[in-house]
């Protein structure tokens, strides 16, 4: 135990000084960013300074990026246990409670094994009120303390984020009605069985909303389109949250920062991945357009403003799906 401990500790100092080195060395273009969360609040000025614009560079130029120091890591090691407590303590048959009902469902389990999908998730609205399964005792309360600290988080990146793009601190917040935002987690089995029918467990897409948040257990599946057109794998430590903005800050900025593009590979079938993508959303009543400041005559909108919840039923499709509607809100080119 004493050399697992010793081991977590290195992988966080490594970490931490990978987040500082890419403050001075920004060459690494085929690796996400490491972003320190506590660095964002530095009390040194030149430390926050210099964290903020590696932030800006990272949503600019990636659209993702790796966050350390942000959830106790207790708190993520909790929540995945409760995930996979979910999966392992309770029958298909008690998970089928959760099927579609209707479009108003704040909890629903999909199971899915073809070529183009190849994954079991339950999907839950966690905000503004947190929706989870009773059974089994440990699931509900383990994630909902990580997705409490992972609000907290929210807020803070928000204000991070208003400050790289040259706004006051609570000028995302306000745009988004973050505190009424309308939030999803969806929890991941990947692949649902041995017998897997395909090695993608999820197709490439993009999502809605300000930002995804995403934990899981086994490293590896999940990659990533960079900017410059190559997939990236992600590389995520267990003591490490991936963050990849959403098409709603990409829509506000009106393109500034793009959402990330990315897909899920199933490289080992055998192995089974346990995982939770959150995706922090505007309240559902929040009109999202280009905002006036990233618009003039070399940026005309490129984007039509729509509601939230009426940009995620646009293509048919419930609150709780949460799919994305971006190429559908382009607005079309004219020469």
Not at 26 to 54: C, G, Q, V
Not at 73 to 99: C, H, M, P, W
């Amino acid at each position: 135990m004493a050399h697992s401990v010793e081991m977590l500790g290195q992988e966080c100092f490594d970490l931490k000084n990978k987040a500082i080195a890419h403050l001075h060395d920004y060459s690494f273009m085929d690796e996400i960013p490491t972003i320190d969360y506590s660095l964002l609040f530095s009390k040194d000025h030149n430390e926050r300074a210099n964290s903020l614009e590696h932030l800006g560079k990272a949503c600019q130029d990636f659209g993702c990026f790796y966050l350390i120091n942000g959830v106790e890591e207790r708190v993520v090691e909790g929540a995945l246990k409760g995930i996979s407590d979910y999966f392992v303590l309770t029958n298909q048959e008690e998970r089928s409670e959760y099927l579609k009902k209707n479009s108003m469902d704040r909890i629903r389990w999909y199971l899915r094994s073809d070529a183009g999908e190849n994954r079991e998730n339950l999907k839950i609205v966690t905000h503004p009120e947190y929706h989870c399964p009773s059974k089994p005792d440990s699931c509900k309360d383990a994630i909902g303390e990580y997705l409490k600290g992972m609000h907290e988080v929210e807020l803070g990146l928000a204000k991070a984020i208003s400050t790289t793009l040259g706004y006051e601190e609570t000028y995302i917040e306000k745009e988004f009605k973050l505190e009424a935002g309308f939030d999803v987690a969806t929890l991941n089995l990947y692949p649902p069985s041995l017998q897997s029918k395909g090695s993608t467990g999820l197709a490439e897409h993009t999502d809605p909303g300000f930002f995804v948040s995403l934990i899981q257990d086994v490293n590896g599946g999940l990659q990533v389109l960079s900017h410059q057109g190559n997939w990236i794998t992600v590389n995520l430590p267990r003591n490490t949250i991936f963050i990849g903005i959403g098409d709603h800050l990409e829509i506000l900025t009106n393109g500034k920062y793009k959402s990330h593009i990315h897909q899920v590979i199933l490289d080992n079938n055998e192995v089974k991945r346990i995982s939770m993508a959150t995706l922090h959303g505007p309240s559902l009543d929040t009109l999202v357009a280009p905002a006036p400041g990233f618009i003039n005559d070399s940026h005309p909108p490129t984007y039509r403003g729509m509601t939230y919840k009426e940009s995620l039923e646009l293509n048919g499709f419930d609150e709780i799906d949460v799919q994305s509607s971006l190429i559908q809100l382009q607005v079309p080119l004219s020469f």
